[in-house]
């Protein structure tokens, strides 16, 4: 009788404790060639180093974290200046993400986080949309202790200035995340710092506040770009976002007012944006002044969409305004002859 012996096999590993030693073995590996890039100097190799490394490990900038500020500043500078030349220029853009991303969880993130956030915007690149919201709430925090050129100002210390780019985008996450009066706030100090605010960022502003239905807000913001010592140029779209906030509050006459001045100062009120003042005319059963706004638009060159007009002529007639009516429809004829 043979006995037969029953060996006792070794328990297989954990595909998921593998899984994980080789991401940490991979992390580390990583680190490694970018600490040894940084202390040869060979900044341009850090580009293809971060090309295999996996989107759901640390932050491979992590270890910049145990340098001092002014050290770490330094490095992060050269490394900017570095990879200017690179080219296709798309290149760095992950490179730009992981040092943007690392500054924003830092305690001391300004201004170095807006030398990355602008050598990102200059190289073509957007940063991950997670950025608006990062931005934003290191911004509101770091602001209870500096003013808004303050902060700007110190890029100038190691290097950089404040462009309209950078502005802007710090305009935009701030709206993104209805920090309104921080953003208004912004804009109205970038002059302060050398950055004139130009149609991009006022458009930025108004839109949000139209949006957020905050009309007042963004009327009076038109009223001061459209000042003569000012005088930025105010886009039909914000001009169009603009009424049909208006319109959807209910504020038609203040709409109607609001295209007069824009008139009177010389900015013009485009087909879009008459079409919805004529549109909140009839939805307030304000046949008269919808009567007056395509008289106005007539005279411009525009003819309101069918349907449009028709409704105002039957609004006008439904008031007993008959007289109107028949002016209004004379002066469609012309138009179109």
């Not at 200059?122 to 202790?145: A, E, F, M």
Request: net charge positive; aromatic share 6%.
């Amino acid at each position: 009788m043979t006995i037969r012996y029953l060996t006792k096999c070794p328990p297989l590993p954990n595909p998921l404790s593998l899984l994980h030693s080789n991401f940490s073995s991979s992390q580390q590996t990583i680190q490694e060639s970018l600490q040894s890039a940084i202390q040869s100097k060979s900044y341009t190799q850090i580009p293809n180093i971060l090309t295999s490394l996996n989107p759901n490990n640390p932050n491979p900038f992590s270890f910049l974290s145990s340098y001092t500020q002014p050290l770490k500043t330094q490095i992060i500078d050269q490394i900017l200046q570095s990879l200017i030349p690179i080219r296709p220029r798309s290149l760095p853009h992950l490179t730009y993400s992981y040092l943007l991303s690392h500054t924003l969880e830092n305690p001391d993130p300004f201004p170095l986080t807006f030398a990355i956030l602008q050598r990102t915007l200059r190289s073509g690149g957007t940063p991950v949309k997670q950025t608006h919201l990062s931005l934003s709430s290191t911004w509101i925090t770091y602001r209870k202790h500096d003013s808004v050129p303050g902060i700007l100002s110190a890029m100038r210390a190691i290097g950089y200035k404040p462009d309209l780019n950078t502005c802007n985008y710090l305009v935009q996450s701030l709206c993104a995340v209805d920090q309104f009066d921080e953003s208004v706030r912004v804009l109205k100090c970038m002059g302060q710092v050398g950055c004139e605010p130009n149609s991009e960022s006022y458009g930025l502003v108004i839109g949000s506040l139209c949006g957020a239905k905050k009309t007042n807000d963004a009327v009076e913001l038109v009223k001061e770009m459209v000042r003569v010592e000012n005088r930025v140029v105010l886009r039909q779209g914000t001009v169009v976002k603009l009424m049909a906030a208006m319109k959807a509050n209910g504020e038609i006459k203040k709409a109607v007012e609001m295209v007069e001045l824009l008139e009177k100062v010389g900015v013009r009120v485009g087909f879009e944006g008459y079409e919805v003042l004529v549109e909140g005319c009839l939805e307030k059963k304000e046949f008269v002044l919808g009567g007056k706004m395509v008289i106005q638009m007539v005279e411009k060159g525009f003819i309101p969409y069918i349907r449009v007009r028709q409704r105002v002529l039957d609004g006008l007639a439904s008031v007993g305004k008959r007289q109107f009516a028949c002016l209004v429809r004379q002066k469609l004829a012309d138009v179109r002859s």
